[in-house]
């Protein structure tokens, strides 16, 4: 688990730290406070320094154009914008540093000119033209670091096969991250290809009926070899199966959180909107089912959130259950100071009595 | 006029609904138009105890620009102290050994504390003593409703002797113009004065913490 996190010039941020953080860690904070970055700097540091996971929030926030010309799809990612500023030239430089147990990793990204500009510039001029910097990346998991080229506005062409991307999330890494967008389905299906009678499964179809108490088994037809996958629902005392999307938005979201969560295993996992398409009643639910599966299967979980309803409800639990303070804490994101405000679960049910808001 | 909201960045923290209304009103005499379009006005909480409002310190330090705390000291204002800086300390290193008697007021980087101990940062009492203070010297009823308190006592009156003075001024209270006007009703009603000295040293305390 990270016990404390600082970016440099990441973003938003020039220069921003959480401390003490524990299994789960909510951001709040006004829009545009920076919440979403601080999910993105923790999933590029635990993919350890690989240059696709520089690719992940650019493709999420749509910093990215591309074209398709079967069978490659181009894409061109605009990488500036995880630099401070939104700004590039050479030597710009960003990081994200942390604390764990015994391990401190951090990752570097530094702008600089190719050694053999001039070559490359002669190059450059016929077929790659404006390719002038590289984008050097070094990690715990890449420590000679990686080499990748892009134009002086901070461009970076790259081709991919049509159909290979979507499932790159698929392959085993440290962190998951659900966004505000929703999990696809058809990656929800091949994950639940690997949940399915497991012991896990009973637990999702539990999470189910916290919105839906009569779900009683969960199924996917379709799939990869077709156009698009369904889930289907069937609810209890009744003859036929549903389609998921039938029982409105919260159950689907409820059900990517859980197979994401089943997924992150041993790992991380990242959630953008925690309470997106959940109604208030369901959220402290919603709260006991991630904290129950984070300390099950070893998860921290970093999420965020603008509702209140979702704050309160992690108030009330931790009346309930005042273990929760050790568990869970609240960080108050904020780019006007350097570090992240944080409170505890305790002090979080003291606000909710006392009609503090620590949204900011 | 509309009383500033929760969201404020200002805020003074207190122990009931009396010392809410007796402060907001005492501070209207003082010339505090109570309004959300004054933007130094604090939202006032009463916090449903002493000990909740102790409490709430570290949310309300780590959430708020300026915060005020008026609790009373009760027993024995060193422990009562010493409560309050166990909670802040940590916000305000240079927290002192003993309240200053003008009303104690710490700053931290842009962040302002200011801690009040009913009835003078002093005494052992409650908020009952300070408003003793505003009862006019000539008043003869204050004197007679102290002598039928203790009649009250020696009949067998149920309250605590910690409470003598809250009985006393209520009893008093019961014999105004309107008979048992609250306590803030009672300032803005001049049934109280406004003007004892250690009035005059709170509103300076409130206007240090809040106003400038």
């Known amino acids: 688990m990270y016990n404390t996190l600082s970016l440099h010039n990441f973003r938003g941020f020039s220069h921003y730290s959480l401390s003490d953080l524990t299994r789960i860690n909510l951001f709040v904070g006004k829009n545009n406070a920076g919440k979403t970055s601080v999910l993105e700097a923790i999933e590029i540091l635990s993919h350890g320094g690989r240059p696709s996971s520089l690719l992940r929030s650019p493709s999420r926030r749509g910093e990215v154009t591309s074209e398709i010309r079967d069978p490659v799809m181009k894409a061109e990612y605009d990488i500036r914008y995880l630099f401070h500023q939104h700004r590039i030239r050479e030597g710009s430089t960003f990081e994200i540093q942390a604390n764990k147990e015994l391990a401190s990793p951090a990752i570097k990204c530094i702008i600089r000119r190719p050694e053999n500009e001039m070559e490359h510039l002669e190059l450059s001029e016929q077929d790659e033209p404006g390719m002038t910097y590289e984008l050097f990346v070094t990690g715990p998991e890449n420590e000679k670091g990686s080499v990748i080229k892009i134009s002086t506005e901070g461009i970076l062409a790259s081709d991919f096969r049509r159909g290979s991307t979507p499932y790159a999330q698929l392959a085993p890494q440290a962190a998951v991250f659900l966004g505000t967008e929703g999990a696809d389905l058809n990656i929800l299906q091949k994950m639940w290809d690997d949940i399915v009678l497991t012991s896990e499964e009973e637990r999702i179809i539990k999470a189910l009926q916290i919105i839906e108490p009569e779900v009683e088994r969960l199924a996917f037809t379709g799939g990869p070899s077709r156009w ?29 959180l859980a197979i994401y969560a089943a997924r992150a295993s041993g790992g991380i996992l990242l959630i953008d909107e925690i309470d997106t398409g959940l109604h208030y009643s369901t959220l402290k639910l919603m709260w006991q089912f991630i904290t129950e599966v984070a300390v099950r299967l070893d998860i921290q979980v970093f999420a965020t959130t603008h509702s209140g309803d979702c704050l309160r409800a992690l108030a009330w639990l931790n009346e309930e259950k005042p273990a929760y303070e050790n568990i869970v804490s609240v960080y108050r994101v904020d780019r006007s100071s350097e570090q992240a405000t944080r409170y505890s679960a305790g002090e979080i049910e003291v606000a909710e009595r006392q009609q503090i808001e620590v949204r900011g | 006029m509309a009383y500033p909201k929760e969201n404020c960045a200002r805020r003074l923290i207190v122990e009931g609904i009396d010392d809410k209304f007796s402060i907001i009103n005492l501070m209207m005499r003082h010339g505090w138009a109570w309004d959300v379009s004054n933007d130094f006005i604090p939202f006032v909480k009463d916090a449903g105890g002493v000990n909740e409002a102790i409490e709430s310190l570290p949310t309300a330090i780590k959430s708020f620009s300026r915060i005020g705390i008026v609790v009373d000291a009760d027993m024995n204002c060193t422990t009562r102290w010493d409560q309050i800086k166990a909670k802040a300390i940590g916000y305000f290193p240079k927290f002192p050994e003993s309240p200053d008697l003008a009303g104690t007021i710490l700053t931290s980087g842009e962040k302002r504390l200011g801690i009040w101990l009913m009835p003078n940062n002093v005494d052992s009492g409650k908020l009952e003593d300070f408003l003793a203070t505003l009862v006019p010297k000539t008043d003869q009823c204050w004197s007679w409703a102290d002598t039928a308190t203790k009649g009250a006592v020696s009949r067998g009156a149920q309250f605590s002797q910690g409470d003598f003075i809250k009985a006393h001024i209520h009893t008093w209270l019961a014999w105004g113009r309107e008979p048992g006007l609250p306590f803030g009703t009672a300032i803005t009603a001049a049934t109280f004065l406004h003007d004892s000295d250690i009035a005059i040293t709170f509103v300076g305390w409130m206007n240090a913490l809040f106003a400038q």
């Not at chain 1, 003859?239 to 938005?249: F, M, N």
Request: without cysteine; positive net charge; aromatic residues 4%.
């Open chain 1, 228 to 256: 698009s996958s369904i889930a289907w629902i069937k609810l209890k005392n009744d003859e036929e199966r549903v389609p998921l999307g039938s029982l409105g938005d919260g159950i689907r979201r409820l059900l990517s």
